[in-house]
T-cell receptor, first 117, second 112 residues
């Protein structure tokens, strides 16, 4: 049973370039989360979707960041233009949420390590 | 009110000792409290979780203690092993929501 799939696993890019991170949630899950992890700021929630609809994007650092979820099995996080301070590990997580399922865990992907030079 | 405060930031324990990590929250709407374990190069994974209708939950060497009146909960790792060396995150969630609010994380090192 495949878990959350993220690609690429590592990304090295130059400042100013566009970066697209991809996530495939666990089949049947209806909530999807994008996190960023750094030593300085820990694990930060950037945005999350319920049933493909963005619910809270207050964690998105600035307009350079955007996320989409065109269908239940795919999401992207885009950074344009990228900056060195965006260097971090980006995690995608999914869960099954809804009426009567109050306590379902989030399953995290392996993460994408982004380095912006 | 959305914050979960976690301490200590780092912890070093000898093999066989007890590791204790503490978390505190303010939002009384939180009613699900999981702990996640993260090994280097991996994503966090659920370790153990508790609901506020019980004061303690034990799974093997891992125990959550929950104090609803104090709005605090803690993770105890008994007989700590070098393989337990990882970063531990506490978290909290409201029943009505799907998002987790994470603590800052604790880097645990268990020396052999």
């Amino acid at each position: 049973d495949a878990g959350v799939i993220q690609s690429p696993r590592h990304e090295v890019t130059e400042m100013g370039q566009e970066v697209t991170l991809r996530c495939k949630p666990i089949s049947g899950h209806n909530s999807l989360f994008w996190y960023r992890q750094t030593m300085m700021r820990g694990l930060e929630l950037l945005i999350y979707f319920n049933n493909n609809v963005p619910i809270d994007d207050s964690g998105m650092p600035e307009d350079r960041f955007s996320a989409k979820m065109p269908n239940a099995s795919f999401s992207t996080l885009k950074i344009q233009p990228s900056e060195p301070r965006d260097s971090a590990v980006y995690f995608c997580a999914s869960s099954l949420w809804g009426s009567g399922r109050a306590y379902n865990e989030q399953f995290f992907g392996p993460g994408t390590r982004l380095t912006v030079l | 009110q959305q914050q979960v405060k976690q301490s200590p930031q780092s912890l070093i324990v000898q093999k066989g000792g007890i590791s204790i990590i503490n978390c505190a929250y303010e939002n009384t709407a939180f009613d699900y409290f999981p702990w996640y374990q993260q090994f280097p190069g991996k994503g966090p994974a659920l370790l153990i979780a508790i609901r506020p209708d019980v004061s303690e939950k034990k799974e093997g060497r891992f125990t959550i203690s929950f104090n609803k009146s104090a709005k605090q909960f803690s993770l105890h790792i008994m007989d700590s092993q070098p393989g337990d060396s990882a970063t531990y995150f506490c978290a909290a969630r409201k029943t009505s929501g799907s998002r987790l609010t994470f603590g800052e994380g604790t880097q645990l090192t268990v020396n052999p």
